[in-house]
């Protein structure tokens, strides 16, 4: 019975101090509503490694594309990505260079043309110098219109760093 009590009291503060905000917000000059703009400080920037981890990278383990590419450069494939490449269907959201592997981070739609991209993914792009061979690799997926997303990504990252 006290828990009871207990618990109707802090609703009924809640309930209180709800009120009030909403009495004191909409008593603005001339009830008029006024705008307040928000910045927000950035309190804490990622580093690469702690990016990587949030990625997890260690998931990335199917290959959904490989290609023989002639005089491939991780590094001029990073800026082909961040600087040039322009694709409606998703966009790069960061790149993270670790030796001969580019860890990229897209957001994309479901189905693969649609309009919201509101879906996260990891890849990776691993490059093998002893045959000039490019590989995309991405986590297992389930279900069969997220896989076939990822192919077409898969394909997209190839075609735009060749």
Do not use: W
Not at 36 to 63: A, G
């Amino acid at each position: 019975m006290e828990v009871l009590g207990t618990l109707i009291t802090i609703i009924s503060i809640i309930v209180h101090i709800v009120q009030k905000v909403n009495e004191s917000s909409s008593k603005s000059d001339n009830n008029r509503n006024s705008y307040r703009d928000v910045t927000y400080e950035v309190v804490h920037e990622f580093t690469p490694q702690e990016k990587l981890e949030n990625m997890n990278i260690d998931s990335l383990n199917i290959c959904y594309k490989t290609a023989g590419i002639n005089g491939f450069s991780i590094e001029n494939a990073r800026r082909t990505l961040l600087n040039n490449y322009v694709q409606d269907d998703f966009y790069i959201d960061d790149v993270i260079i670790r030796q001969n592997c580019m860890y990229i981070k897209v957001m994309h739609a479901i189905p693969y043309n649609g309009r919201n991209k509101c879906y996260g993914a990891s890849f990776s792009i691993n490059f093998m110098t002893v045959n000039d061979g490019v590989a995309v690799y991405g986590a297992k997926k389930i279900n069969a219109d997220e896989e076939l997303v990822f192919k077409e990504i898969a394909n997209e990252l190839i075609h735009a760093v060749s």
